[in-house]
C-alpha cells in the first residue's frame, strides 16, 4: 500500500477516537464539556460501515454530528475546520462550516463556542453556511489577515501545512508585526531544534527596542502580517528539508497561528491580545496553546504582575488564583489542601515560555493579562492537567482585585 495513503488511514483512526472540549464563560473560568459519542451505522448485508460523525444533539428527528472529515478530501490534515451536519435519517440536510480557532459543544438546542475565556453561542436550528466565532467578538474596524500554504517531498509523502490569521486594528502599531514574528519564530524554530538549541530560543526574553531589531533575519516593521507569515511558512519548509529526505518518506508536520484583539483600556494606553497557537508533528494529537498578553500600546513592551498589581500584592493575587484552580480540581479530584499555582521549570509546556511565563519568589506562573471579566491567568496542556483537560483559563474578577493599570 502507498506508505501516504497508510498514514491517512492511521490519522483517520486517531482522530475520530479524540474529542477535547473546553467551555470557558465568565463566570467559571475553566470548564470542561463532556466527550461526544461517534455515530455509526452498519449494513448487515454488505458488512459495510460509515462514519457520520460525532454526535452533539437531535431535535424533530433529526440528528446533529461534528465530522472532522470529508469523503472528497485531497489530503488530510490536522488543520482542517469541523463540519457541522444535520441528518433526516441517513441524509444529509444541511451543513455549517465552522472556522476560527474554537472549542464547541450542543448545551440542548444551543451551540456554545469557546472563544478563549469567551462564550459565543448559535441556535442549532438556524445555522449558516459557516460561522466565525471568532469574528463575533471583535471590535469595529478590524481587518483580517490571513495567509495558508503547503508543501512536500513528494507525491507519496505528507502535505505539511501552515496557516496564519491575525485580526489587527486598519492602523496597527507597528510593534504588533515585530511580535508576531518572534512568537513565529520561536513556534517553528522550536519544532526543529534539538533540546540544546531550544532552550537557548526560549529564553530570548522579547522586548521593543528604540531601534526595531531583526526577527529571523527580517525587519518586521516593514512588512505587513501577511508577507511576515511568507517568510515563515518557507523557514517552516527550509527547516523541515533539512531534517528530512524522500527516504523518510515525510512525516507530517503543521503549524497554525491566530491572533486577536480581546480588551482595550479607554484611554487606549493598553491592549490585551489573545494567541492560540497550534503544532503537530505525527503522534496521536498535535499540541495547542492558547494564551492572553497585555501590552503598552505605544511602544509594544508586554505587562507582568509588577505593572497591574506590583510586586507587595502579587503574594494576594496567587491566594486567589490557587482558590479558583483548587476549586476547579475538586471537581474531578479528592485531595486535601490548596492546588499551587506556581510551575516547576520541567512542567513549562509553552514554547516560548519566557513570554508567557514570569518567576516570582523563585517559582513560574502565568503572565497575567487584563480582559473584560477580569485579569485572567492562562495554564497550557499538561500544566495543570491532562491533555484531556485542554487550555486552563482562570479569572479573577475585577471586584476581588486592587489593579494599578488604568481601565
Known sequence: MNMKYLLVAIAVAIMATIAVVMLADSSIESVNAPMIADTEDSSEESG??????????????????????EEDDPEMTSLQTPLIITYAGKTPVDSCRVMGCVS???????????????????????????????????????VRHHYSRSF???DSSWNCDFKFTAYLSEHHPLWLRQFIATIMRNDIQGLYLDNK??????????????TPRKIGGINATSMSPEQVAVHFSKEHERLYRKDFTEEDFGPKYDYMMEA??????????????????????????????????????ENGRILGYNDIFGANDFK??????????????????????????????????SNASEILKEVYDGAYYPRPALTNQGVVFSYQPYEKGSFAEGILHFVIPYSNLDVKVPR
Not at 459495510?48 to 472529515?69: A, E, F, P
Not at 438546542?109 to 471583535?138: C, H, W
Not at 538549541?197 to 528604540?210: F, H, Q, T, V
Open 152 to 154: 512536500s517531498l513528494s
Open 260 to 297: 486577536a484583539p480581546a480588551w482595550e483600556s479607554k484611554n487606549g494606553q493598553y491592549v490585551t491580545y489573545r494567541f492560540y497557537t497550534y503544532y503537530y508533528t505525527m503522534g496521536a494529537h498535535g499540541f495547542m496553546e492558547e494564551y492572553y498578553l497585555t501590552f503598552d500600546n
Open 316 to 349: 494576594k493575587v496567587l491566594d486567589l488564583l490557587e482558590q479558583e484552580i483548587t476549586t476547579q480540581k475538586k471537581e474531578f479530584m479528592n485531595f486535601d489542601g490548596i492546588y499551587p499555582a506556581s510551575l516547576e521549570k520541567d512542567e513549562l509546556e
Open 48 to 69: 459495510d460501515s460509515r462514519y457520520y460523525g460525532d454526535t452533539l444533539c437531535s431535535y424533530d428527528g433529526k440528528t446533529v454530528v461534528c465530522d472532522w472529515t
Open 197 to 210: 538549541g531550544a532552550d537557548r530560543i526560549l529564553k530570548e526574553y522579547y522586548s521593543i527596542k528604540a
Open 104 to 142: 464547541f459543544f450542543a448545551d440542548g438546542l444551543q451551540m456554545k463556542f469557546a472563544v478563549g475565556i469567551d462564550t459565543v453561542v448559535y441556535n442549532v436550528k438556524n445555522l449558516p453556511d459557516s460561522i466565525n466565532p471568532v469574528e463575533r467578538l471583535l471590535p469595529q474596524g478590524t
